[in-house]
């Protein structure tokens, strides 16, 4: 071979495996390499409307809740907001729940559930809801749901407890519930808050369990603060109603001792609650109080109102 031949060979060959600059390397590390490796369409969300977990059906947005007494479960089809309910067109859906426990360790069995659409106009409903005996029990489900939306095959998955758990449907007070810890960060009680949408006004209980049945009692002039973060960081005050009774909204008396773990915004104190009310108010909040010399702080959680029907009203 000449050496004119062999040359020409060489450059062919390097020629052959080299990049085009058009088509750079990828990296391997770094905000670029991540953002390529994540699944195209993954996506978070927060709590739904109703204080449910939120979760994907084929394209939609759609929120899981429960009712415990009622043994029913409810999906509302949300917009891209992930917050105003959108009517689509579907006959039902297959819900397969799988088994799970309740808090005592009780076991659930698996359900199969239809929900159907609940007054549906032109064919179209956003709440479709179904029934089941084992939903009366208080646990987090997860499960599969398929069906047809608008005419096309839709599929999603849910699970409360990767999400946080329940909100409302778990409490007997229908508010939202989270961790209350210490200095240390131990977590020592819980917290239940409930928004009522029509008023703005807030009550809170105090618990030693998730279920607020055993009262995670406090002196009575203790003061309890919850922070919005949403709203840059504003915050309400809140206090027993009376040192006499302090009676929650259905008249039942809330002292023991001396202690209580009631505690109500805005009461006679003067503050405004009107910023709170509607049926669309959602925020991160954070509760904070101090008693007998310890600081308290909750974990923060989402605060979304318990919704009135309209002409229905409560009492303060």
């Known amino acids: 071979m000449s050496v004119s031949l062999a040359l020409a060979v060489g450059l062919l060959a390097f020629v052959g495996c080299s990049k085009s600059p058009d088509t750079p390397t990828p990296p ?99 709440e479709f809801i179904g029934t089941d005996p084992g939903i009366a029990n208080v646990a987090d489900f997860a499960g599969k749901v398929s069906g047809q939306v608008n005419g096309k095959p839709a599929s999603g998955e849910f699970d409360e407890s990767a999400s946080g758990g329940h909100g409302h449907a778990h409490t007997p007070h229908d508010g939202m519930v989270a961790a209350l810890l210490n200095e240390a960060g131990s977590t020592v009680g819980f917290v239940e808050l409930k928004l009522h949408d029509d008023k703005g006004d807030l009550e809170l209980w105090l618990a030693k369990d998730r279920e607020i049945t055993q009262p995670m009692d406090l002196p009575v002039d203790t003061e309890v603060q919850v922070t919005f973060a949403d709203f840059g960081d504003k915050t309400v005050t809140l206090s027993v109603r009376n040192k006499e009774k302090n009676e929650d909204e259905d008249g039942t008396p809330n002292l023991r001792n001396g202690k209580t773990n009631y505690f109500i915004f805005p009461g006679d104190s003067g503050q405004d609650p009107s910023w709170l009310m509607g049926k669309q108010f959602k925020s991160a909040v954070t509760v904070s109080l101090s008693a007998d010399g310890v600081n308290y702080t909750s974990e923060q959680f989402t605060l979304v109102p318990h919704t009135h029907a309209d002409g229905e009203g409560h009492s303060h």
């Open 28 to 126: 391997t590390t770094g905000p670029v390499a991540q953002t390529q490796s994540k699944p195209e369409g993954e996506h978070t969300h927060g709590a739904g409307p109703n204080g449910g977990v939120v979760f994907d059906l084929g394209s939609h947005h759609v929120e899981f809740t429960v009712d415990h007494d009622a043994q029913t479960c409810k999906f509302l089809i949300l917009g891209p907001d992930e917050k105003t309910p959108l009517p689509v067109a579907a006959s039902e859906f297959v819900v397969r729940i799988a088994e799970t426990k309740t808090a005592d360790g009780t076991i659930v069995e698996p359900m199969t559930i239809i929900v159907e659409p609940v007054d549906p106009v032109d064919g179209k409903a956003a």
